[in-house]
């Protein structure tokens, strides 16, 4: 069992709709991340939380807008969104620890826009 | 520019052959850390191996080993003795010092063969 949840794993919505993903984090670490993944194309980092404050916002649309309560929880609301942000959206966590500290991922959330 | 280059989009291998993924980076930073994901369908990305930039010997991880060329700036990794549950898509990541996230590749999809 990973130790990253994210839910729902799957989501369709219109374009109009406002919805939010959530990622939990059961390993105790004090970072945690969005990535976006799209077909053919590198994952693209958009936001990075450290200790629970924002440290990295990636030029992001403001049609996201995340949200982290606490270090264990992340959240990354949605509304007003575009086909193009169908995506892999992946949320990760690590232990800050200079260059080593590997992330651990969920399995994603699989967004559609229609 | 591109921190992260991955020139194979597509591998094929043969169960139990050895199989070599290409990576290269750029970066200006004399502290950094490369690392591999492996991705199979399901999207979880999964940790494989690290290797830090000071690290004098090749980092191995069973049946992962990877091949670190400092001046030439690749970390190649090989995957030894090849298994049916090793296709999956695979992506080299760095971290650069002082930096929190992880920037990717583009990946390179592997199938194993029968």
């Known amino acids: 069992e990973t130790g990253v949840t994210q839910t729902p794993r799957h989501l369709v919505m219109g374009m109009t709709n406002k919805k939010s993903l959530k990622c939990e984090q059961h390993?105790?670490?004090?970072?945690m991340y969005w990535y976006k993944q799209s077909a053919k194309k590198p994952l693209e980092l958009m936001f990075v939380?450290?200790?629970?404050?924002?440290?990295e916002n990636n030029s992001v649309p403001s049609r996201f807008s995340p949200e982290c309560p606490n270090s264990s929880h992340l959240f990354l609301h949605l509304h007003t969104l575009q086909p193009e942000d169908s995506a892999l959206y992946l949320c990760a966590s690590s232990q800050i620890a200079g260059v080593a500290g590997e992330l651990f991922f969920g399995e994603g959330s699989r967004l559609t826009v229609l | 520019a591109q921190k992260i280059t991955q020139t194979q989009p597509g591998m094929f291998v043969q169960e139990k052959e050895a199989v070599t993924l290409d990576c290269t980076y750029d970066?200006?930073?004399?502290?950094?850390?490369l690392f591999w994901y492996k991705q199979p369908s399901s999207g979880e990305m999964i940790f494989l191996i690290y290797q830090g930039s000071y690290d004098e010997q090749n980092a191995t991880e069973g049946r992962y080993s990877l091949n670190f060329q400092k001046a030439r700036k690749s970390a190649n990794l090989v995957i030894s003795a090849s298994q049916l549950g090793d296709s999956a898509m695979y992506f080299c990541?760095?971290?650069?010092?002082?930096?929190?996230?992880?920037?990717f590749g583009a990946g390179t999809t592997v199938t194993v063969r029968a």
């Open positions: 990541a760095m971290r650069e010092g002082g930096d929190y996230k992880l920037s």
């Open positions: 390993l105790g670490h004090n970072a």
């Open positions: 970066t200006s930073d004399q502290s950094y850390g």
């Open positions: 939380y450290s200790l629970e404050e924002r440290v």
